[in-house]
């Protein structure tokens, strides 16, 4: 089954199509439109709300049923913060470092037991008869005191949960433990309801 996944995350897209394709999908992207997608104004206050105005924008391009993540870091001493504006933590043009940095600098001197976090994904599915659903992945952990590993991207390098270091995880370790595994797991058994 043809799915289009919408995003202009290159590492996402990675995450998604590495899970997506073995559970028997075919995956297109941007790389197979002619023009790039549209920027969607991610003005929902949640992550589902999210997640279903950028799989309907990439509906609206494609016609083919469409996939979209929404994503982020929630961190406890912080209030859930950056929660929601992961991506640009450290102001619009922010970069994953400067992200991390910023992170780092709001939890200076934070013992361990108070930097609890929690990555959380949104999948939503929308199809072109006008059904949808969305589903939710989870990942507990704790902020690191310092950048660990030179794999994955975002804040992977502060994330420790109890499988070790998002950075320092090969993919499919990552894939087996992270927020975005566990919402495609639970999004596989879900789509089954609607297909
Ligand atoms: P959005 O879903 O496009 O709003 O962006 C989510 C942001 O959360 C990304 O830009 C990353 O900074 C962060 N993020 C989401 N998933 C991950 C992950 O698996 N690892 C590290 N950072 C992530």
Do not use: Q, W
């Not at 002619?34 to 799989?55: D, R």
């Not at 309907?56 to 996939?67: A, N």
């Amino acid at each position: 089954m043809k799915v289009f996944i919408a995003t202009k995350n290159h590492n996402k897209l990675k995450e998604l199509e590495r899970i997506l394709v073995p559970m028997g999908f075919e995956v297109l992207s941007e790389n197979n439109l002619e023009n790039p997608l549209p920027e969607v104004e991610e003005t929902g206050t949640s992550y589902e709300e999210n997640a279903l105005l950028k799989a309907h924008s990439g509906l609206k391009v494609t016609g083919l049923i469409t996939v979209a993540d929404d994503s982020g870091l929630s961190v406890d001493f912080l209030d859930g913060a950056p929660g929601l504006y992961s991506a640009h933590y450290s102001g619009m043009g922010a970069s994953y470092a400067s992200n991390n940095e910023k992170l780092l600098c709001a939890l200076k001197g934070v013992p361990k037991e108070k930097r609890t976090a929690t990555f959380v994904s949104a999948i939503a599915c929308v199809f072109p008869d006008g059904r949808e659903f969305t589903v939710r992945g989870e990942c507990k952990g704790y902020v690191a005191e310092e950048c660990h590993g030179d794999g994955g991207f975002g804040y992977d390098p502060l994330f420790i949960c109890s499988a070790g270091c998002y950075a320092e995880m090969t993919p499919e370790e990552k894939d087996k433990v992270s927020h975005r595994g566990n919402a495609l797991r639970i999004f596989k058994e879900e789509l089954k309801k609607y297909i």
